[in-house]
């Protein structure tokens, strides 16, 4: 198979022609993967009409894929595929509302993921885009003062705090018993950290999960986190994916943040199966 690679736009994102994931892609081919995903930080493949086995196999070949702790999210048949749904589940159960706001995925967990694979399998006529920030380019454009500033400050994740910010009083979510909450515990990380592949600093904050700054009150942690939330989705630092049916979308956590753009008719169904990666490995 023979792979282009073309960039999708000025700050991140790419799109990979030529991958067809109905058949066991060559280890050439996952090393060209792997390297424009480090590159590019999004990479977008279209058309792939797959089955979930098949999202999983080649999610594998980048790492671990693990469950969302949030049991009742999970595919039937998969539990390392988190449905991303509008469905109203007469359970109560789904994932309605989830990533509407800037977030990496499992940044609230001390071993974090390397990679999400989501791939589009209905989407509604109009919007429903994804939003993705490339926070190198937000560490690079810091002055050094500011640089100086965050690189010795640790932030808190706390998982129960989406539940506070946005889903009070919401009966269609998984309620967080004691038992949730214990398998997603409070971590920490530090604000300006290198990438575990490329070495490149980023500047790593989720405000979605973020709590609090290691030593600071909540007036001068508030601050901060308003500066980062700015800093980090200004423009020039963004792509915006505009999805079709099929089209499967991998992103790397350590150097992106997303947020899913809530803009569409929501009687019409916006349906994706999502696999996170974590212990990231080369591709084959
Ligand atoms: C996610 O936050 O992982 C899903 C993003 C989306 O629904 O577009």
């Given amino acids: 198979m023979t ?22 892609p060559a280890n050439e081919d996952m090393d060209r993967v792997h390297q424009a995903w480090l ?8 058309d792939q009409q797959i089955t979930a086995e098949q999202q999983l196999t080649f999610a594998r070949r980048f790492g671990t894929a693990a469950p969302h702790h949030l049991n009742p999210n999970r595919h039937p048949d998969h539990p390392e595929i988190l449905v991303v749904s509008n469905e109203r589940r007469k359970d109560g159960g789904g994932t309605r509302g989830s990533g509407q706001h800037w977030h990496s995925d499992y940044s609230y967990l001390e071993g974090r993921s390397s990679a999400s694979i989501l791939r589009a399998l209905q989407i509604p006529s109009v919007g429903g885009d994804t939003m993705f920030a490339n926070t190198y380019r937000a560490h690079d454009a810091l002055s050094e003062t500011m640089r100086g500033i965050l690189s010795p400050l640790t932030i808190t994740y706390d998982y129960s705090l989406v539940y506070q910010r946005y889903y009070k009083g919401r009966t269609d979510r998984v309620q967080l018993t004691d038992e949730l909450r214990a398998k997603a515990p409070p971590s920490e990380h530090p604000i300006i950290e290198a990438h575990p592949e490329t070495g490149r600093n980023v500047i790593f904050f989720d405000p979605t999960y973020a709590n609090a700054i290691v030593g600071m009150e909540e007036a001068e942690y508030t601050a901060i986190f308003r500066f980062l939330t700015d800093h980090l989705t200004r423009p020039e630092f963004i792509y915006r994916h505009h999805w079709k049916p099929y089209d499967m979308v991998m992103w790397d956590n350590r150097c992106t943040i997303h947020c899913a753009v809530s803009d569409y008719d929501d009687a019409e169904r916006r349906h994706l199966n999502r696999v996170t990666v974590t212990n990231s490995h080369a591709a084959h």
């Fill in 3 to 24: 792979l282009t690679i073309n960039r999708l736009g000025g700050a991140l994102g790419a799109e990979v022609i030529g991958l067809d994931l109905t058949r066991e």
């Fill in 39 to 46: 590159d590019h930080g999004v990479l977008v493949m279209r």
